[in-house]
T-cell receptor, first 114, second 117 residues
């Protein structure tokens, strides 16, 4: 069974640009959540989607948005990039409708904003 | 406020030593779940264990063991006879119910473990 796939693996952008990251969950998983990982801050929760609906949202500005498609694939978009957005963005999927189940993570997209 | 604290930023040990990674959490809820994940250099976090708030039994899995103590709000992780392959960043996490009836994860800042040969 294929794991969680995130593309691209690395991305370099400049301030003011926008970026879209993609996540394909494990087959059959309907919940997809996104996290931002920066040194010293650990993993910060961005949002979670379940059956194409955003179910939970973290404390990030509106520049961060996401969506989920009918096949459970998810995309995350960051508009008007800032230097502080440089981070590893991790996607995680889970099988059950309740997110106290264990998460399966992708290898992440390393975003560098110059 | 809900919070997970991993006070140890980085630990270095020599192979075969035992090492304990600390995790302290804060929550208002009586029902919650605690997790440990391992992040090797490849980047993806790997699930290690889940424990619910009503199950304070300690668990052992091979060289790994977990000590859950509600009285001190701690969920510590011990690796016995560490190996170089244990080198990774380890995250403790808390999952608790939101006002909408779903669950949300809160992660600690992680502990980087370096096991030297």
């Amino acid at each position: 069974k294929a794991g969680v796939t995130q593309t691209p693996r690395y991305l370099i952008k400049t301030r003011g640009q926008q970026v879209t990251l993609s996540c394909s969950p494990i087959s059959g998983h309907r919940s997809v959540s996104w996290y931002q990982q920066t040194p010293g801050q650990g993993l910060q929760f961005l949002f979670e989607y379940f059956s194409e609906t955003q179910r939970n949202k973290g404390n990030f500005p509106g520049r961060f948005s996401g969506r989920q498609f009918s096949n459970s694939r998810s995309e995350m978009n960051v508009s008007t990039l800032e230097l502080g957005d440089s981070a590893l963005y991790l996607c995680a999927s889970s099988l059950a409708s309740r997110t106290n189940e264990k998460l399966f993570f992708g290898s992440g997209t390393q975003l560098s904003v110059l | 406020a809900q919070k997970v604290t991993q006070a140890q930023t980085e630990i270095s040990v020599v192979e075969k030593e035992d090492v304990t990674l600390d995790c302290v959490y804060e929550t208002r809820d009586t029902t919650y779940y605690l997790f440990w994940y391992k992040q090797p250099p490849s980047g993806e976090l790997v699930f290690l264990i889940r424990r619910n708030s009503f199950d304070e039994q300690n668990e052992i899995s091979g060289r790994y063991s977990w000590n859950f103590q509600k009285s001190t709000s701690s969920f510590n992780f011990t690796i016995t006879a560490s190996q170089v392959v244990d080198s990774a960043v380890y995250f403790c996490a808390l999952s608790e119910e939101t006002t909408s009836g779903t669950y949300k994860y809160i992660f600690g800042t992680g502990t980087r473990l370096k096991v030297l040969a």
